[in-house]
């Protein structure tokens, strides 16, 4: 199976060349299993289930790759401690992803995974599999308590932690370790389609018969709440896009496919078109060519 993918969408080199990379291949077999598996009864509710979660995977590998290009330009500008925050962030994102598009988490789980959660899940799921070293998750651990250091207490020395490791140490070790968690997501994503694609192919759009439920879910993604309910946020541009793919698309989508021809567009329009009378300081298109070079189409 990893052959055959590497063949039609480029090799996943940065995921195949890690220290557990040999067991990349029987890894990819058993996850193609699991969700031939899965899709074995897969219905109109199921595809509605896999497009939301697609399109969730999709917005935090963008989110991940806004934050790393956002880190390396703040590193440049010397803000060490937003540094700290968006490193973090980058990391966290990149490993949500993971959990949002593999077959064996929840998706109520994985859509609300805590900071502290999130290592149990990865280790369970990826380390445990030997996908990914124990090392990955020590970098996160070590992002977290700079982040939270940055936050609280303001280390006048800026280092991010007590060996006085600094920005710049955590900077290039994220640079490596982004490109093997990104394109862990993106191969599960192409897993995901060609499972779909053998045991189900298309589905008859059936909303009609499940229109509370699809609503439901809909609702979820493209709104959110805080806890009192007395602020709510509804984007426009989610509600179109998710709304395309529920009508037009219906199942399981590479996320590389996703972000370059569907979401980088529409998160530089939106962006820019706030910033006419003013000169860019960041541009998202950085994010989009990142995750370009980063992840195989």
Request: include cysteine.
């Given at each position: 199976?990893?052959?055959?993918?590497?063949?039609?969408?480029g090799r996943?080199?940065?995921?195949?060349?890690?220290?557990?990379?040999p067991?990349l291949?029987?890894?990819?077999?058993?996850?193609?299993?699991n969700?031939?598996?899965?899709?074995?009864e897969?219905?109109?509710?199921t595809?509605?289930?896999?497009?939301?979660?697609?399109?969730?995977?999709?917005k935090?590998?963008?989110l991940?790759?806004?934050?790393?290009t956002?880190?390396?330009?703040?590193?440049?500008?010397?803000?060490?401690?937003?540094t700290?925050?968006?490193?973090?962030?980058?990391?966290?994102?990149?490993?949500?992803?993971?959990?949002?598009?593999?077959?064996?988490?929840?998706?109520?789980?994985?859509?609300?995974i805590?900071?502290?959660?999130?290592?149990?899940?990865?280790?369970?799921l990826?380390?445990?599999?030997?996908?990914y070293?124990?090392?990955?998750?020590?970098?996160?651990?070590?992002?977290?308590?700079?982040?939270?250091l940055?936050s609280?207490?303001?280390?006048?020395s800026?280092?991010?932690?007590?060996?006085?490791?600094?920005?710049?140490?955590?900077?290039?070790?994220?640079?490596?370790a982004?490109?093997?968690?990104?394109?862990?997501?993106?191969?599960?994503?192409?897993?995901?389609?060609r499972?779909?694609?053998?045991?189900?192919?298309?589905?008859?759009?059936?909303?009609?018969?499940?229109?509370?439920?699809?609503d439901?879910f809909?609702?979820?993604?493209?709104?959110r709440?805080?806890?009192?309910?007395?602020?709510?946020?509804?984007?426009?541009?989610?509600?179109?896009?998710?709304?395309?793919?529920?009508?037009r698309?219906?199942?399981?989508?590479?996320?590389?496919?996703?972000i370059?021809?569907?979401?980088?567009?529409e998160?530089?329009?939106?962006?820019?078109?706030?910033?006419?009378?003013?000169p860019?300081?960041?541009?998202?298109?950085i994010?989009?060519?990142?995750?370009?070079?980063?992840?195989?189409?």
């Amino acid at each position: 199976m990893l052959e055959n993918i590497h063949e039609e969408y480029g090799r996943f080199e940065a995921l195949s060349k890690s220290s557990h990379g040999p067991h990349l291949a029987e890894y990819t077999d058993a996850l193609y299993a699991n969700f031939c598996h899965s899709f074995k009864e897969a219905d109109y509710k199921t595809s509605v289930i896999w497009v939301g979660r697609s399109y969730l995977a999709a917005k935090k590998i963008l989110l991940a790759g806004i934050c790393f290009t956002q880190a390396e330009k703040l590193y440049e500008m010397n803000f060490r401690n937003l540094t700290a925050y968006t490193l973090y962030y980058a990391l966290f994102s990149a490993l949500s992803a993971n959990l949002l598009i593999n077959p064996h988490t929840k998706l109520s789980l994985s859509r609300s995974i805590s900071h502290s959660a999130l290592p149990k899940q990865i280790r369970s799921l990826l380390v445990r599999n030997r996908i990914y070293e124990e090392s990955t998750l020590d970098l996160l651990r070590d992002l977290r308590f700079a982040r939270e250091l940055h936050s609280y207490h303001l280390p006048l020395s800026a280092s991010f932690t007590s060996d006085s490791s600094d920005g710049q140490h955590y900077l290039e070790a994220v640079r490596e370790a982004m490109p093997r968690v990104l394109q862990l997501s993106s191969l599960t994503s192409h897993v995901a389609y060609r499972a779909w694609t053998r045991k189900v192919g298309e589905i008859d759009d059936q909303y009609d018969q499940h229109q509370l439920f699809v609503d439901e879910f809909f609702e979820s993604i493209v709104g959110r709440d805080d806890a009192s309910g007395r602020r709510m946020h509804y984007d426009s541009a989610d509600y179109y896009l998710l709304g395309y793919l529920l009508t037009r698309v219906k199942q399981p989508l590479p996320l590389s496919w996703l972000i370059e021809q569907k979401m980088s567009e529409e998160l530089e329009i939106y962006w820019q078109s706030q910033r006419e009378d003013q000169p860019f300081e960041y541009d998202p298109a950085i994010a989009s060519s990142y995750l370009s070079s980063a992840m195989p189409v």
